[in-house]
């Protein structure tokens, strides 16, 4: 709690605290000189007091022994003998410890003005213990309800004679110079802190600017594309330290902002270059494959070892030209080059990627949790279709056999969300952080084949087609869960809805012998619709898979779309396995 207190009270800006400190010195300074009045007036009239009692003596108090007489003849032998004696002044005649007489001078000089005083017990012990010294103290008389500075000396009948000054003038005087001091000093530190803090602020305008400035610069994106830093910090007076600050600052910013035009510089140049070696190997990979293939096509006998070599170089060309569609994919994606604004079904491509992938990985079980209602998104549906291919080719390549694929699509609000999720051994930790960066490859104990694996581009597509399209992608693995998370803004009015909850209804496997199948929030289970219309012919992929592969359906020619390396006129392109789209 003290703790807290202290937080909540210690302030936190630079111009509060300055403020703040200049209130505490003001207000140590007129504290002290406030005490130093006070002491010093204090001890002023106390003196001045004391020096008044030494003048007066004990006239009064020896004077109070002759009570009786009727003479007043002013010759000292007289009752109250009240000459020269101030209004309040105290007397008192103690014999043997016990105050015999006591008076106190009421006004004026005449005797009539003496008022006997009855002291109790406790006043009488306090001046019976009054050294007679004749030296001034003081006492608080409960009786007269007053303090008074006293002096005690012995008379001539073996008496005490005790003489007192009232001290409420000196008391009253030095509670006016007090609340005076707090009247004054108050309103100073009122206007000081006021005015201090005006100061405060006029003076540290130049380094409120710099933050200001700093604001705007952490607000930007720095990580990649160009960047325009905002305007520079106003200079000021560079001999004081804002000014320095302030130049310091300035100049740092202008080394950042020459480094990131020469990192774009850099990065345009690198996807530049990327994407003239890709689009310039496409021919050479396309004729070393359709060569390839056409050698192996020759109706003669060939020598076995021969075959088998030009089955790899034909099986390599095609994964090569993979790879160099997929290069040339990302420096188009990372020009900015734009995608089609279509309305996509997502659903519908979800169930065309799955049964491509049941038909790649039949020893895999897949299955599918897909909302009653179609879901659309807008975007490019090749693309997205490409992106899907990916993750459920990462997950069949980097699982054994036997382990579980679930796909499910639900939309929230705005966005749609796409899980793969797989019961396989999970991502690497220590390559988790950059798993959707490009030629990023998994250890061998999440792959389960022997291919060698491919050129970890796969995940990198699969984040730039959605970032390209306004959303984001990530992660979360362990042993025995794996999830990919797509997250994209649902279309504007061809958006469904997510049916209730538990609309999704149980996921089950797919039969494995058939069609994939799904249940809706109905709970009724019927096939996966069919892919887009193509011819279906049989192919071995690189992997050494073979199975129906269906063409790809037609697509716009959009300017970002990377289109297939034709081969020479007769020889057949093998079709191309999903299993390549490894990262």
């Given at each position: 709690m003290a703790r807290g207190l202290r937080r909540l009270s210690w302030p936190r800006t630079l111009r509060a605290r300055l403020s703040a400190g200049l209130v505490v010195l003001l207000a140590v300074s007129c504290a002290a000189v406030g005490v130093a009045a006070v002491v010093e007036l204090d001890g002023f009239l106390t003196r001045r007091l004391d020096q008044q009692l030494t003048d007066v003596g004990s006239r009064l108090p020896a004077s109070l022994e002759h009570q009786g007489l009727a003479r007043d003849d002013h010759d000292g032998d007289e009752y109250g003998d009240t000459r020269r004696q101030a209004t309040g002044t105290f007397g008192a005649r103690l014999?043997?410890?016990?105050?015999?007489?006591?008076?106190?001078?009421?006004?004026?000089s005449a005797t009539a003005n003496l008022r006997p005083v009855v002291l109790s017990g406790a006043d009488q012990a306090r001046l019976a213990?009054?050294?007679?010294d004749s030296r001034a103290r003081t006492v608080d008389l409960g009786s007269l309800h007053a303090a008074y500075r006293v002096a005690a000396c012995s008379g001539q009948d073996g008496d005490v004679l005790v003489t007192g000054l009232p001290m409420e003038p000196l008391q009253s005087a030095v509670h006016r110079l007090e609340l005076a001091a707090g009247i004054v000093f108050g309103g100073a530190l009122v206007i000081t802190g006021v005015a201090g803090a005006l100061w405060v602020r006029w003076s540290l305008r130049p380094l409120t600017r710099v933050a200001a400035t700093a604001t705007r610069v952490s607000e930007l994106p720095l990580a990649s594309g160009e960047v325009a830093l905002p305007a520079r910090a106003p200079q000021t007076d560079p001999h004081g330290e804002v000014g320095q600050v302030a130049t310091a600052f300035n100049r740092m910013l202008g080394h950042v902002e020459n480094a990131l035009t020469k990192r774009q510089a850099s990065e345009e140049r690198l996807r530049g270059f990327a994407a003239d070696a890709s689009h310039e190997l496409r021919t050479p990979v396309a004729s070393v494959r359709g060569h390839a293939e056409l050698a192996l096509l020759h109706p003669g006998p060939v020598p076995p070892g021969v075959t088998r070599a030009l089955e790899r170089i034909a099986a390599e060309s095609a994964r090569m030209g993979e790879i160099v569609d997929e290069m040339l994919l990302l420096a188009r994606l990372d020009a900015g080059r734009p995608l089609e604004r279509r309305p996509v079904d997502l659903t519908r491509l979800v169930l065309d990627a799955v049964a491509d992938a049941r038909a790649a990985g039949p020893g895999h079980g897949w299955a599918l949790e897909l909302p009653e209602e179609p879901v659309t998104v807008t975007g490019d549906a090749h693309r997205l279709h490409q992106a899907l291919a990916n993750l459920l080719a990462n997950a069949r390549s980097h699982t054994p056999v036997g382990t579980k694929v679930t796909?499910?699509?639900?939309?929230?609000?705005?966005?749609?969300?796409?899980?793969?999720?797989?019961?396989?051994?999970?991502?690497?930790?220590?390559i988790r952080p950059g798993v959707f960066e490009r030629f990023t490859r998994a250890e061998h104990r999440r792959r389960t084949d022997a291919t060698g694996g491919g050129a970890g581009l796969g995940l990198s597509i699969v984040a730039a087609v959605t970032e390209a399209h306004g959303g984001s992608v990530d992660l979360e693995s362990g042993p025995g869960a794996t999830t990919f998370t797509v997250r994209l803004p649902a279309a504007g009015q061809g958006g469904a809805a997510a049916g209730p909850a538990g609309g999704s209804g149980a996921v089950r496997d797919a039969p494995g012998g058939g069609g994939a199948y799904a249940a809706g929030s109905s709970g009724v289970f019927g096939p996966v619709r069919d892919a887009a219309p193509g011819p279906v012919r049989d192919s071995t992929s690189s992997s050494g898979v073979p199975g129906p592969v269906r063409d790809a359906a037609p697509s716009s020619d959009a300017p970002d779309q990377v289109p297939d390396s034709a081969p020479p006129p007769g020889v057949l392109r093998p079709a191309r396995d999903p299993a390549d789209q490894r990262r």
């Open positions: 014999v043997d410890g016990h105050v015999t007489n006591a008076a106190v001078v009421t006004s004026g213990a009054l050294p007679l796909v499910s699509l639900r939309t929230d609000g705005e966005t749609v969300r796409l899980h793969v999720h797989d019961t396989g051994p999970g991502v690497p930790e220590e």
